[in-house]
């Protein structure tokens, strides 16, 4: 995120937030947050094959991880929309 103010402030609130207490619990949350956050860290720095992976161990840790399908259709349709409107990759 090049906007590192936002970027921290969007950290803050996720840490900061009511349901933080589930992370501190015996819980599975903290580990699905941390296959879902390396899932997308990895979609967006083009290692796909990795993402796929960390996706498919947080549907292993959450049922709702299944969902996570839907960051490779959002990606797969911002790479046909650069691809055909504006005629260049996106980077």
Request: net charge positive.
């Amino acid at each position: 995120m090049p906007d590192e103010p936002r970027a921290f402030q969007a950290v803050s609130l996720f840490c900061y937030n009511p349901a933080t207490i589930f992370y501190f619990s015996l819980y599975t949350e903290s580990l699905f947050a941390a296959f879902v956050f390396g899932g997308l860290l990895c979609l967006v720095k083009g290692a796909t094959w990795m993402a796929a992976i960390l996706f498919g161990f947080s549907s292993l840790t959450r049922s709702n991880g299944v969902l996570n399908s839907g960051f490779f259709l959002f990606k797969s349709c911002h790479v046909a929309y650069h691809a055909i409107v504006r005629r260049d990759h996106p980077k």
